[in-house]
Nanobody, 125 residues
Framework: QVQLVESGGGLVQAGGSLRLSCAASGRTRYWPMGWFRQPPGKERDFVAAISGNGGSTMYTDSVKGRFTISRDNAKNTVYLQMNNLKPDETAVYFC???????????????????WGQGTQVTVSS
């Protein structure tokens, strides 16, 4: 059974940093992973994704240069380092995985088969 558990969220001031973690269990090693976020009252949107072997990443334009997605396949964990956070990035952040071994990074939600419960990130101004 596949489970994804996010951690690392919290309250941070604008300009600050957080590192989110997504620990996966089950046969998820080398599956593509993605991070999405849902601000209050809004739809869930793509943030970043990483391929199954970690060799390819993609980001939504607004986070390029500030966020970094990475993975440690030995630990079956994906990370999202978030720097210079902005108040409008307050959201619940979700990780997701696509059950395609060594698959490509993807930005569409429909590509992902399993989702975590999310972790709250609040950025104060």
């Amino acid at each position: 059974q596949v489970q994804l558990v996010e951690s690392g969220g919290g309250l941070v001031q604008a300009g600050g940093s957080l590192r989110l973690s997504c620990a996966a269990s089950g046969r998820t090693r080398y599956w593509p992973m993605g991070w999405f976020r849902q601000p209050p009252g809004k739809e869930r949107d793509f943030v970043a994704a990483i391929s199954g072997n970690g060799g390819s990443t993609m980001y939504t334009d607004s986070v390029k240069g500030r966020f970094t997605i990475s993975r440690d396949n030995a630990k079956n964990t994906v990370y999202l380092q978030m720097n210079n956070l902005k108040p409008d990035e307050t959201a619940v952040y979700f990780c997701a995985t696509d059950r395609t071994p060594l698959g490509a990074a993807r930005r569409t939600q429909a590509s992902y088969d399993y989702w975590g419960q999310g972790t709250q990130v609040t950025v104060s101004s």
